[in-house]
Protein backbone atom coordinates (compact mmCIF):
# COMPACT_ATOMS: atom_id res chain seq x y z
CA UNK A 1 0.00 0.00 0.00
CA UNK A 2 1.48 3.55 -0.92
CA UNK A 3 -0.86 5.17 1.25
CA UNK A 4 -1.45 5.45 4.69
CA UNK A 5 -4.18 5.84 7.42
CA UNK A 6 -4.16 7.46 10.50
CA UNK A 7 -7.47 5.70 12.59
CA UNK A 8 -8.61 5.99 15.91
CA UNK A 9 -11.02 2.91 15.29
CA UNK A 10 -9.36 -0.76 15.42
CA UNK A 11 -12.19 -1.73 12.16
CA UNK A 12 -11.32 1.29 10.10
CA UNK A 13 -7.52 0.60 9.83
CA UNK A 14 -8.25 -3.03 9.87
CA UNK A 15 -10.70 -2.11 6.37
CA UNK A 16 -7.92 -0.41 4.69
CA UNK A 17 -5.74 -3.29 4.96
CA UNK A 18 -8.05 -5.76 3.88
CA UNK A 19 -7.50 -3.78 -0.08
CA UNK A 20 -4.29 -3.92 0.11
CA UNK A 21 -3.73 -6.40 -2.68
CA UNK A 22 -6.05 -4.31 -4.96
CA UNK A 23 -3.14 -1.58 -5.00
CA UNK A 24 -6.03 0.78 -3.65
CA UNK A 25 -4.85 5.00 -3.96
CA UNK A 26 -5.77 7.58 -1.12
CA UNK A 27 -9.38 7.76 -2.19
CA UNK A 28 -10.02 4.01 -1.51
CA UNK A 29 -8.94 4.40 1.46
CA UNK A 30 -10.88 7.15 2.71
CA UNK A 31 -14.07 5.38 1.17
CA UNK A 32 -13.25 2.12 2.99
CA UNK A 33 -12.49 3.64 6.57
CA UNK A 34 -15.59 6.13 6.28
CA UNK A 35 -17.90 3.66 5.37
CA UNK A 36 -16.69 0.89 7.95
CA UNK A 37 -16.42 3.47 10.73
CA UNK A 38 -20.45 4.58 9.63
CA UNK A 39 -21.10 0.68 10.51
CA UNK A 40 -18.92 -0.08 13.42
CA UNK A 41 -18.91 3.41 15.40
CA UNK A 42 -22.70 4.05 15.86
CA UNK A 43 -23.67 6.72 17.97
CA UNK A 44 -20.27 8.29 16.72
CA UNK A 45 -20.65 8.28 13.30
CA UNK A 46 -24.23 8.06 11.41
CA UNK A 47 -25.77 8.05 8.09
CA UNK A 48 -27.01 11.56 9.09
CA UNK A 49 -23.90 13.29 10.63
CA UNK A 50 -22.36 15.86 9.09
CA UNK A 51 -19.09 16.65 8.13
CA UNK A 52 -15.74 17.09 5.95
CA UNK A 53 -13.49 14.81 4.47
CA UNK A 54 -10.99 16.56 1.94
CA UNK A 55 -8.70 14.83 -0.34
CA UNK A 56 -5.66 16.42 -1.15
CA UNK A 57 -4.21 15.35 -4.74
CA UNK A 58 -0.28 15.99 -4.73
CA UNK A 59 0.09 15.93 -8.46
CA UNK A 60 -2.49 18.21 -9.11
CA UNK A 61 -1.92 19.89 -5.75
CA UNK A 62 -4.75 20.67 -5.28
CA UNK A 63 -7.99 19.90 -2.69
CA UNK A 64 -11.30 17.79 -3.76
CA UNK A 65 -14.03 18.35 -0.80
Request: proline content about 3%; glycine content about 4%.
Amino acid sequence: MKVSLASTAEYSSKAAESINDLNPNAADILIVSVITSMVTDLGVVSPTASGLLTYYDGQKTQNIQ
